[in-house]
């Protein structure tokens, strides 16, 4: 791995947390952030940014399809409930944790478009 691609790397997961930190502010109408709190949004986008598209190609070097993209949602959804949602004040936490890592995946993806469309740069091209 070079320069760049360390770089890229480090942006993307850069993005990927304040994405998932306007997620998790989203859901609990919540938007200051602890020292703590902070490094488990970096740690979610870390595993977001680098766990999910290795079980993404595991599935398609199964021929499994989409199966892996799922796999990691759904891997996503409780990785969130165990490391973010304990920070948060909220109610029901699996529904909090469904919901930021829908919102997240979602703004992943529009950021993801809005990027390849305007500047022909794919940042996100693990996803």
């Not at 998790?24 to 979610?44: D, F, I, K, P």
């Not at 940014?49 to 595991?58: H, N, S, T």
């Amino acid at each position: 791995m070079g320069i760049p691609e360390l770089l890229m790397l480090v942006v993307a997961v850069a993005l990927v947390t304040l994405i998932f930190y306007v997620s998790g502010a989203l859901v609990s109408s919540e938007w200051s952030a602890t020292g703590s709190y902070v490094l488990r949004l970096v740690l979610v986008a870390v595993i977001a940014v680098v766990v999910i598209p290795v079980f993404r190609d595991a599935a398609n070097e199964f021929d499994l399809g989409d199966l892996g993209l799922l796999f990691g949602f759904v891997l996503l959804i409780f990785i969130v409930r165990f490391v973010i949602v304990e920070e948060l004040t909220i109610s029901d936490d699996w529904l909090a944790s469904i919901v930021i890592s829908l919102l997240g995946v979602v703004l992943i993806y529009i950021v993801d478009e809005v990027g390849r469309r305007l500047l022909d740069v794919e940042l996100l091209a693990l996803f």
